[in-house]
C-alpha cells in the first residue's frame, strides 16, 4: 500500500508540476485567485444551465429526470474522457520507461495510474456537477441527507466508467506487440475505444418499444420517466436511486456494485496491463524512406507550411487525440445516441411532434444563440490554435529563420483549426437537422456564423499561445496536460457565449436573420481589429519565441 501511495504522488507530481512552476509568492495567489474565480464562473454557468432544466421539468412534475440525465450525461463524458486518458497514462507516458525496471508489482502501477485518472475525473466533477446537485438540492427543498448521499456518490460513480474505458483500451492495447506501424495504431486505439464503449452501453442498456399510452401514462405520475433514463445506461441507476431518494441504501448498492468490478479489473488487469506496456515500448517505426529528386516537388510556401501542421497532428498520434478528437468526438457520440434513443423508445408520430415543437423554437433568435452556444463550447475542446506554437517545442526558432513573415505563418498555423472547427459545426447542424429539421436558410445561415466566430476564436487562441508559449516539455502529453494556456479557450468561449445571448434576448421576437446580421457585423468588427494588431505587432509578438 505504501508504494502504491508514493508512487501515486509521484505520479501526480509529475502530472501537474507544471501548474506550480513559478516559485514567487505573488505569482502563486494570484493563480489562486484566478482559478478561484473561474471555477465560481464555471460552476455558476452550469448551475444556471441546471435552473433552467429542472424548473421546466418541475412543470410536468418529472424533476427528478434532471437526475437521470445529469448522470448519464456525466458517464458518458467520463467514459469518453477515461479513454483518452488511460491511452497517454498507462501507455503513452514516457515514464514506463522508468517504471517498468523498478522492484514493482504489476498491480501496484496498475493502481496508482488509476489513482491519477480519477484525481483528473475529480477536478471535472468539481467543475461540471457540484453546482448542479446544488442547484438541484434547492429547487426541490431537499434536506441534509440529499446533499451527504449525493457528495458519496459522486466520489463513487466515477470509478466504473473509469474501469470500463480503461479495460477496453488494455484490451486493444493488448495487441500493439504485433502491430508494424505503431503509431497508426496509437492513434485508431482510442477511436476503437470509444466505439467499443457505445456498442457496449447500447447492447447491455437494450431497447424498448414504448408507445404513446406509456409515454402518456409516464408523464401523469410524477417523476416516473426518471426510470426511462436510468434504463438506457445500467450503471448509473444505482446512483440515481441514491441521490433522488436520499436513500443510503441505494448507495451502499452502488459501493458493493463499485467494489466488485474494481476487484475482477485489478485480476484482469493484473495480467493484462503489461502485455499492453511492453509490448508499447519498442518504437515500431518504419524504416525512413530514401528520398530522391523525383520525389521533391514544388508548391507554394502557404501550401506547404499548411501541409506542415496537418502532418504534425495526423503523424503524432498524442497531438491528434489530445487536440483535435474531442471536439470533433463529442458531437457524434450524442448525435449517434440521440438516433438511437428516438428510433427505440419512441413511435414515428411522437418523433414528427417533437421535431414540429423542436422546429419551431429553433428557427428563432434565441434557437439560433443555442446552436451557436453548443457550437463554441465544442470548439473550446479544440486546443490546435491553442498550441500552435507550444507543439513545435524547441523548434518553435526555426520560425524566426525562414523567410516567411510572422503573421503569414500564424495565418497558416491556424488553418487547421478552423477546418477540424468547421467539421465539428458541420456535426452539429446535420445533428441539428435530424432533430428539428430546420429550413437550409436557417443552417446555412448558422455554418456562416460559427465560420466567423471559429476565424476570431483561432486568432485569439494564437495570441494566448504567443503570450506564454510551452517550448520545454519532454513528452507530446505535457504539451496539453500541463498548460495552463488551455483553461482560456474555454473562458472566452464562455465571454462569446454570453456576448451571443446578449445580443439575441432583445431580438426574440423578431427574425432570426436580424439576430443573424448584428451578430455578423459585430463579429468581422471584432476580427478586424484582431487581425490588424497580430499584423502591426508580429515582431513583438514573437519575442517570447526563443
Not at 444551465?49 to 458518458?76: K, N, P
Not at 446552436?371 to 517545442?393: H, K, Q, V
Not at 445561415?445 to 486568432?459: D, G, K, P, R, S
Not at 519532454?474 to 494556456?485: D, G, H, I, L, R
Request: charged share 15%; proline share 4%; aromatic share 12%.
Amino acid at each position: 500500500m505504501n508504494k502504491i501511495i508514493s508512487l501515486t504522488k509521484v505520479l501526480l507530481k509529475n502530472s501537474f508540476q507544471k501548474y506550480s512552476e513559478n516559485n514567487k509568492k505573488t505569482s502563486k495567489v494570484g493563480k489562486i485567485i484566478l482559478y478561484g474565480i473561474l471555477l465560481v464562473y464555471l460552476m455558476g454557468i452550469f448551475g444556471f444551465l441546471s435552473y433552467g432544466l429542472i424548473t421546466t421539468l418541475q412543470q410536468v412534475h418529472q424533476e427528478a429526470m434532471f437526475i437521470g440525465i445529469f448522470l448519464l450525461g456525466l458517464a458518458l463524458l467520463t467514459i469518453i474522457q477515461s479513454i483518452i486518458s488511460a491511452t497517454n497514462v498507462f501507455y503513452f507516458s514516457k515514464d514506463l520507461d522508468y517504471i517498468l525496471p523498478l522492484p514493482l508489482k504489476p498491480r501496484e502501477i496498475l493502481i496508482s495510474k488509476l489513482n491519477v485518472i480519477l484525481v483528473t475525473e475529480y477536478v471535472m466533477e468539481l467543475i461540471f456537477a457540484v453546482a448542479p446537485i446544488i442547484v438541484y438540492g434547492i429547487l426541490t427543498s431537499a434536506g441534509a441527507m440529499f446533499y451527504i448521499v449525493s457528495l458519496l456518490v459522486l466520489i463513487i460513480f466515477p470509478i466504473i466508467p473509469i474501469l470500463i474505458a480503461t479495460f477496453i483500451i488494455m484490451v486493444i492495447m493488448s495487441f500493439s506487440k504485433g502491430v508494424k506501424n505503431k503509431d497508426r495504431f496509437k492513434l485508431i486505439a482510442p477511436l476503437l475505444g470509444i466505439a467499443l464503449a457505445l456498442i457496449l452501453s447500447f447492447a447491455f442498456s437494450g431497447t424498448s418499444e414504448l408507445s404513446e399510452a406509456d409515454l402518456l401514462n409516464a408523464l401523469t405520475q410524477a417523476n416516473s420517466m426518471v426510470e426511462m433514463v436510468s434504463d438506457s445506461l445500467p450503471i448509473i441507476k444505482p446512483g440515481i436511486n441514491a441521490i433522488v431518494n436520499a436513500s443510503f441504501i441505494e448507495f451502499l448498492k452502488l459501493l458493493g456494485i463499485t467494489a466488485i468490478c474494481y476487484i475482477v479489473f485489478i485480476l484482469i488487469g493484473n495480467k493484462l496491463y503489461f502485455r499492453g506496456a511492453v509490448g508499447n515500448l519498442s518504437s515500431g517505426a518504419k524504416k525512413g524512406k530514401n528520398i530522391t529528386g523525383k520525389d521533391i516537388k514544388i508548391k507554394s510556401v502557404g501550401k506547404s507550411y499548411v501541409a506542415k501542421e496537418f502532418k504534425m497532428l495526423f503523424k503524432n498520434p498524442i497531438f491528434f487525440v489530445q487536440c483535435v478528437l474531442p471536439s470533433v468526438l463529442m458531437p457524434v457520440v450524442f448525435l449517434g445516441i440521440f438516433i438511437v434513443s428516438i428510433n427505440s423508445n419512441n413511435s414515428q408520430e411522437s418523433i414528427n411532434e417533437f421535431q414540429k415543437v423542436l422546429g419551431g423554437f429553433i428557427e428563432t433568435p434565441i434557437g439560433l444563440a443555442a446552436i451557436l452556444a453548443i457550437t463554441e463550447f465544442l470548439t473550446s475542446m479544440l486546443y490546435i490554435a491553442p498550441t500552435a506554437i507550444s507543439r513545435d517545442g524547441q523548434n518553435a526558432i526555426f520560425m524566426k529563420y525562414i523567410p516567411v513573415p510572422y503573421y503569414k505563418q500564424l495565418i497558416y498555423k491556424g488553418i487547421p483549426n478552423v477546418v477540424f472547427g468547421t467539421i465539428t459545426s458541420l456535426i452539429v447542424l446535420i445533428f441539428i437537422y435530424v432533430v428539428a429539421k430546420p429550413s437550409l436558410v436557417f443552417l446555412l445561415t448558422a455554418l456562416i456564423l460559427n465560420l466567423i466566430l471559429l476565424i476570431l476564436q483561432t486568432l485569439l487562441m494564437e495570441l494566448v499561445d504567443l503570450r506564454k508559449p510551452k517550448l520545454e516539455w519532454s513528452t507530446e502529453y505535457a504539451v496539453v496536460k500541463q498548460n495552463m494556456n488551455l483553461l482560456w479557450p474555454f473562458v472566452l468561449n464562455l465571454i462569446e457565449i454570453g456576448i451571443i445571448f446578449i445580443v439575441s434576448i432583445p431580438l426574440s421576437f423578431t427574425n432570426y436573420l436580424i439576430t443573424a446580421v448584428i451578430l455578423v457585423v459585430l463579429h468581422i468588427i471584432i476580427t478586424y481589429f484582431v487581425n490588424r494588431y497580430m499584423c502591426n505587432n508580429q515582431d513583438k509578438l514573437f519575442d517570447k519565441v526563443s
